[in-house]
């Protein structure tokens, strides 16, 4: 038994090792400290020309463009099965982007990484156990086989997956922390900058290079 504890947290440790490599230290800047930032490197802190409600989308948008490059914000969910029953809805469980890692944990907690596939590659053997997950093009399901054809115990499924970001709204815009890692506050910056020089209608691409570059060498400081 002390093997198996063992040899459980050492699966997790290389688990949590590739899916939170990055600090998730969260960022203490609000909304508004990314605007003012924004507008004060624009010498445009004076004037009306950038509206709060176009500026804070500009915000959302990044901070959603960033966890799609990064990855940056993971979290798990675990869902119990059912006997022979393939697809599990996910869809009022969490919010994601994308679902990185499914594992089977059997009614005995023995945990085993599924493989993941796409339904033309399915394959079924000798397994009495979920071998492959795959998720649906709607992004609402999470389908396993083969299926568990009998439950004794408690069977489940841990999802592992990137969090969709929630917009902050204009009566949190000097409220709520943006919820990227703190490593990204300038990465952040970049982006909103380059968003309002578009709308200046001035070139933005030498900003949209800074913003681009900022995110490889953060993902180089994560390896």
């Known amino acids: 038994m002390k093997k198996f504890f063992l040899s459980l947290l050492l699966f997790l440790s290389l ?3 590739n899916l939170y490599a990055d600090s ?3 960022s203490s800047l609000t909304a508004q400290n990314v605007i003012n930032r924004v507008q004060y490197n624009l010498n445009a802190s004076s004037d009306s020309f950038y509206t709060t409600a176009e500026m804070l989308d500009w915000v959302n948008q990044g901070i959603l463009d960033i966890v799609v490059r990064s990855k940056c914000l993971q979290s798990s969910f675990e ?3 059912a006997a022979d029953t393939y697809e599990y809805d ?6 994601y982007i994308e679902i990185t890692n499914v594992i089977y944990k059997d009614t005995n907690d023995v945990w085993i990484g599924l493989v993941k596939t796409t339904p033309e590659n399915l394959s079924l053997g000798m397994e009495n156990f ?3 997950w795959y998720d649906n093009n709607a992004g609402s399901k999470v389908i396993i086989f083969p299926t568990v054809t009998s439950i004794t115990g408690s069977p489940s499924i841990l999802i592992f997956y990137t969090v969709k970001p929630t917009p902050i709204t204009v009566g949190n815009i000097n409220v709520t922390s943006i919820s990227l890692p703190s490593k990204y506050d300038q990465s952040l910056i970049y982006y909103v900058t380059c968003k309002a020089l578009e ?3 001035r070139n933005s691409s030498e900003m949209y290079n800074k913003y681009l570059e900022s995110l490889m060498l953060k993902k180089e400081e994560s390896k």
């Open 79 to 81: 869902k119990d099965l």
């Open 199 to 201: 709308r200046d209608r």
């Open 90 to 95: 996910v869809s009022s469980d969490f919010d």
């Open 130 to 132: 979920p071998k492959f």
């Open 15 to 17: 688990i949590s090792f």
């Open 24 to 26: 998730q230290q969260t």
